[in-house]
């Protein structure tokens, strides 16, 4: 049962970071490909990665064993640690991700001001 647990946790922390490391990459890359300066600095991307694997690790290992795991069946040993769902999942979230961050970072400003001008809040 701890032994099924502790994959689980793997595998839910290995999606977990590569979705966070792909993104990071690619918004850094592209982000200075495109507007001449990364968007995340050096620094930045050190928090990042800090931050996410502290409380990634924290919350998926302390994740509790339960009876339920014993009812599937085990893991082969040459199967992979990420399956083809998982990427997917990965592939997935990233993509969304990538999305968001990419639509506040080249579009967000003149969304502001649509806002603004649109409410006429002071100070906009």
């Not at 694997?53 to 290992?61: G, I, K, Q, R």
């Not at 991700?97 to 649509?114: D, M, N, P, R, S």
């Amino acid at each position: 049962m701890w032994g099924r647990n502790v994959y689980d946790s793997i595998s839910k922390f290995l999606q977990f970071q590569l979705t966070v490391n792909i993104v990071a990459v690619i918004v850094a890359f592209t982000g200075a490909c495109i507007t001449q300066d990364s968007p995340l600095k050096a620094v930045q991307m050190l928090w990042v990665n800090l931050i996410m694997d502290t409380f990634a690790s924290l919350a998926l290992a302390t994740e509790p064993p339960t009876e339920a795991l014993l009812l599937r069946k085990p893991y082969g040993r040459n199967k992979p640690l990420i399956s083809r769902t998982m990427m997917k999942n990965i592939l997935g979230h990233a993509v969304y991700q990538l999305t968001l961050i990419f639509t506040l970072l080249f579009v967000g400003e003149k969304l502001a001001q649509t806002r603004c001008s649109a409410h006429r809040q002071p100070g906009c």
